[in-house]
């Protein structure tokens, strides 16, 4: 009988870097690749795809990177990209950073050129070990072919581990073109299969269970905070248990909005500035007393409050000092709490004064919202649109669409009028404030829920940052609605008082304009996708009703009047 391992001539079958890459990223898990191709990486991406990897060919690295990240927040599983040396890699840092910034589990695999002209200006040249370092939690350079098994292994696995990140690994050009025999390959990736890492989340002490709980029995005005973390530890079950359970009322962040649903009795979305005023308790979970929770001080918080906080990782509890840190897993360590108040319970009830505060100013800011949203503005305000397309994706049910925002406006008008119900449906400009990100995470949500409709909500700056990527969600008939907030530029329309237009450029467009008007829908019909340009509530709900039972690639330019808008939309304070 012939063996399997040798070719008809006898001679055992040698198999190069790119094989043995391929072949251990298939084993290893890697379902999909998101990248960009070119020397030295575009067979690495063709043996991927024979091995049952689908590789998502995109335009710009960054792009791609974005939706490496969030595939891996969606999935669990640490997401791929793939570049080129040089350049492709430095576009590719963008994607890496922003998981660092969201803790987002990505990994960035980069062809390199060759080892032995490195410093002499070879193709693409780049120390990319170096130029990663500042940006990644992780870096791995197979020097020889016999490496890249162990390599991809770790890179995969330090992505997941702990509090995620991005992870880099480096693949020299002569490491791809190096062979060796497929009997040899096929006992390195055992090797590195038998090594990989597995998760050691430390168990919280129960003695701290017992602390947090005590500490929420006996507070007046506790709270829940729950963030981008809790949902990427899968722990919506568990918070909507500990809500039932004790009656406190919640506030998400906003990518942990959906957790539990916007519309839930005890979300305190709707009335944020008195929650985290006068919370005396707060359970935070999977989320970081950053910039976003402004890093839990006055005069936002009460000085007095006491912070629970639930973190994976044990340097974010060193780093904000709380009242009580519990580094542990953000669904275990609420399954121990729900436990503990199982067997001692106690629930604030709808009476009670704290959650009849808390419901009472959501009842009346409701009220307030839904007022201004009654209102038909033509030319389009901002409101407008957004309730018609709050009502629209309200009336797709479940499976809720998977929301991708970005823009100032824009997102911040969007986060307080769009819906929520469902878990990990809504990816925006996340911790970092990221424009540019949209595409990308359109193109990672439809990839990793094919269930699902994908609808994006954009500025237009935001939107133009990734906006050739429209001819990609053509190119694989993705199912995503990207609906760009047409108000002529960044913010909107020249806000320049008449002693800043001055100056022998005066004449020029203000720094925050664009072309007025532009017709974005119809870059996605010059791909074959559908484009559609509106300017009255009637022509966006037709738009939208085509488009979401369609499920076909479009863009909705949505025309704004481009002083609707606020200079930094919601973050004045910051400018
Ligand atoms: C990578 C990156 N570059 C620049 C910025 C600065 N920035 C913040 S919001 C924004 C765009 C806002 O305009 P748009 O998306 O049109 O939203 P609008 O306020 O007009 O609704 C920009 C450029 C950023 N946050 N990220
Ligand atoms: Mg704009």
Known sequence: MADPNSNPTGAPILIDGNVVAAKALARFGVDRMFGVVGIPVTSLANRAVALGVRFIAFHNEQSAGYAASAYGYLTGRPGVLLTVSGPGCV?????????????????????????????????????????????????????????????????????????????????PTDVLHQTLTEAEAETLLEEAEKCRLKEEIPNVLSSQIEEAVALLRGAERPLIVFGKGAAFARAEDELKKLVELSGIPFLPTPMGKGLLPDTHELAATAARSLAIGKCDVALVVGARLNWLLHFGEPPKWSPDVKFVLVDVSKEEIDLRKPFLGLVGDAKRVL???????????????????????????????????????????????????????????????????????????????????LVQTEPRTRLDAGTWGTMGVGLGYCIAAAVASPDRLVVAVEGDSGFGFSAMEVETLVRYQLPVVVIVFNNGGVYGGDRRTSEEITGPYKDDPAPTSFVPTAGYHTLIQAFGGTGYVVTTPNELKHALSESFSARKPTVVNVIIDPYAGSESGRLQHKN
């Open 91 to 171: 576009h590719g840092l963008a994607g890496v950073s922003n998981a660092m910034a969201n803790t987002w589990p990505m990994v960035m695999i980069s062809g390199s050129c060759d080892q032995k002209d490195f410093g002499r200006g070879d193709f693409q040249e780049l120390d990319q070990i170096e130029a990663v370092k500042p940006f990644s939690k992780f870096s791995a350079k197979a020097k020889d072919i016999r490496e890249i098994p162990s390599c991809v292994a770790q890179v995969l696995d330090h992505a997941v581990l702990g509090r995620p990140g991005g992870c880099y690994l480096d693949l």
């Open 335 to 417: 399954e121990s709490i729900n436990k503990e108040i199982k067997d001692d319970p106690f629930c604030l009830g709808r009476s009670h004064p704290w959650v009849e505060a808390i419901s009472k100013k959501t009842k009346e800011n409701v009220s307030r919202m839904e007022a201004q949203l009654a209102k038909e503005v033509v030319p389009f305000n901002f409101l407008t649109p957004m309730k018609i397309i709050r009502d629209a994706i309200l009336g797709l049910g479940s499976p809720a669409p998977i929301l991708v925002s970005e823009g100032a406006n824009t997102m911040d008008i969007g986060r307080a009028v």
